[in-house]
């Protein structure tokens, strides 16, 4: 690591004393040692040595500006430069864009403004950028400066969970073992599969799970919620997602819980001929596409809050409909091409954030007749429109998950347990969106940020 800027200075009003008095081969030698140190041009180095503390005035945008040589500003002292992206009309329809993309990254949101700044445009519900300027600013803002300006309103809780997976021994033999190094498939169709408990911390009775399904090649990602795990709820749930995917299943890879290592599902895609692999046991990596949705598309929606009742179960489903749309026709997502090991660190390489229709219309093993379907499904949908239905859901979703468990079930806690007491309220508040329950836009701040919009 090189010297500081305050360092360099400490060592040229040192020097600058020995270089003015010393002869012609001192000279020469003090600047090799001075370039050697701190990294400066000869050139420079001998400008610095020959006016260390000396007054100059130069024209900066129009203004006379002074400095003086080798001498640091004075504390506080900042940099005046004009704010080409700072404005509170950009700053605000930023925020409202990045509220829209559910909280991307800077990579993944300066694809999506791209993309989705067009479709507002059409669609007519793009009134907070009028302004031209305001318009050009978005569409050329880079993803770095997306993350600054962004970084006051990433300061949420981060969710944490635990696994609920039960192994099943039955069949085990008889279905492979695929890892993640295996995955080779560039057709769509090759699946990962997984359950998601929505227990709230509190593992007893039944309580709602969402199936979630990810396609490897695209990441187009299907949810569906289910009772419980019971193997005829996940397999009823399976075919009706394979009912409604844009593509044919021609792959199931799952976990090695009961819920998937059964009989009926294995003799349903063997007569489907569809292939059907596992996991190794206790190695999540190995099912690594799945598991990131599993936090970025159902988490990220429904928390860790539990749902037990039939009519959570009913605003989960009609959540996930209009997820499926959200998620898969507008949010941009990364896939990685490579990971390459120097020394002690690990360099991942990411391909350019696409959406998944989008990977699905650039895909030359799709037939032009699903391109087309999924076209015209793409121009009827309303971007707004989905987001502020997803916030109506998310916000009576968690208010019926606050409401006191009830108390005549058989398995319901005691009086004493503090599930019991506080009404799904955890130790740990951090872990949980924040926000009133009640509130018409979300509970999210990310949710808030399209209350004006």
Same mark, same amino acid.
């Given at each position: 690591m090189g &010297? ?11 020097l600058?004393?020995?270089?003015q008095k ?7 030698q003090?600047?090799?040692e001075f370039?050697?140190v701190?990294g +400066?041009?000869?050139c420079y180095?001998r ?5 260390? *503390?000396?007054?100059?005035i ?11 040589c ?5 504390a506080?002292?900042k ?6 992206y700072g404005?509170?009309a950009f700053l605000?329809? &930023?925020?409202?864009l990045?509220a829209l993309s559910?909280?991307?990254?800077g990579?993944r949101?300066?694809v ?8 507002l445009?059409?669609c ?11 318009h ?5 803002v880079?993803?770095a400066t997306l993350d600054r300006l962004?970084? @006051?309103?990433k300061?949420?809780?981060?969710l944490?969970?635990r696994?609920?997976t039960?192994? *099943?021994?039955?069949?085990?033999q008889?279905i ?7 995955w ?5 169709g090759?699946c990962?599969?997984?359950?998601v408990a929505?227990?709230g911390?509190?593992a007893?009775?039944? +309580? ?7 396609d490897v090649?695209?990441?187009?990602t299907?949810?569906e919620?289910v009772?419980n795990?019971?193997?005829v ?8 997602i394979?009912?409604r995917?844009?593509?044919p299943?021609?792959g199931l890879d ?5 819920e ?8 349903y895609?063997d007569?489907q001929?569809i292939?059907?692999?596992r996991s ?6 190995d099912?690594c596409?799945?598991e990131q949705?599993?936090n970025?598309?159902?988490?990220r929606?429904? $928390? +860790?809050y539990? =749902? ?7 605003l989960l489903?009609?959540?996930y409909?209009?997820?499926?749309? +959200?998620?898969?026709f507008f949010l941009p997502v990364m896939k990685?091409k490579?990971?390459?090991r120097i *020394?002690?660190?690990l360099?991942?390489?990411?391909d ?6 989008k990977?699905?219309l650039?895909? @030359?093993?799709l037939?032009?007749?699903v391109?087309?379907?999924?076209l015209?499904e =793409? ?6 429109m989905?987001k ?6 998310? $916000?009576?979703?968690?208010h ?5 468990? &009830?108390l005549?079930?058989?398995w319901?806690?005691?009086?004493d ?14 872990? =949980?969106?924040r ?5 018409t836009?979300?509970?999210? @701040? ?8």
């Open positions: &010297l500081t800027m305050h360092e360099r200075h400490s060592v040229t009003r040192e600058t004393c020995r270089y010393g002869t012609k081969k001192e000279r020469g003090i600047l090799d370039t050697q701190t +400066y041009t000869r180095a400008f610095v040595l020959r006016n260390c *503390g000396r007054k100059f130069k024209l900066r945008a129009n203004k006379r500006v002074v400095f003086i080798a001498q640091a500003r004075t506080g002292a940099r005046r430069r004009p704010k080409h404005t509170k605000l329809a &930023l925020q409202r990045w559910d909280g991307l990254c990579k949101l300066a999506f403004l791209h993309e989705t700044i067009p479709h445009e059409r007519g519900t793009l009134v907070a950028l009028a302004e031209p300027e305001l050009e600013q978005l569409l050329t880079s993803a962004l970084a @006051p309103a300061l949420q809780a981060r944490k969970g696994s609920g039960r192994p *099943g021994t039955l069949l085990k008889h492979p073992i695929r890892t993640f190094a295996d080779n498939d560039t057709a769509p090759f990962e599969v997984d359950l929505h227990d911390g509190a007893f009775g039944e +309580y709602c799970q969402t199936l979630t399904l990810t090649a695209t990441a187009w299907e949810t919620a009772h795990k019971a193997q709820h996940v397999f009823e749930a399976l075919k009706e394979r009912r995917m844009p593509f299943l021609l799952s976990d090695n819980g009961s998937f290592i059964n009989n009926e599902l294995w003799r895609c007569e001929h292939t059907f692999t190794r046991p206790y190695k999540k990596n099912n596409y799945v949705k599993n970025s598309v159902v988490r929606t429904v $928390a +860790y539990r =749902y037990d009742r039939p009519e959570q179960q009913t489903q009609e959540l409909r209009l997820l499926r749309l +959200y998620g898969n990685l490579e990971k390459v *020394g002690s660190r360099m991942r390489r990411y350019s954030p696409k959406t998944p229709f990977r699905l650039e895909h @030359p093993q037939t032009d007749v391109k087309k379907a999924l015209r =793409y121009n009827t949908l309303n971007i707004v989905l502020r239905e997803l916030n109506r859901l998310q $916000a009576e979703l968690f019926s998950a606050l409401q006191p468990p &009830l005549h079930k058989s319901a806690p005691g009086p347990h503090p599930w019991r007491m506080t009404g799904l309220q955890r130790k740990h508040p951090k872990e =949980y969106p926000g009133n329950a009640t509130d836009i979300g509970l999210t @701040p990310i949710q808030g940020a399209l209350n004006t919009s």
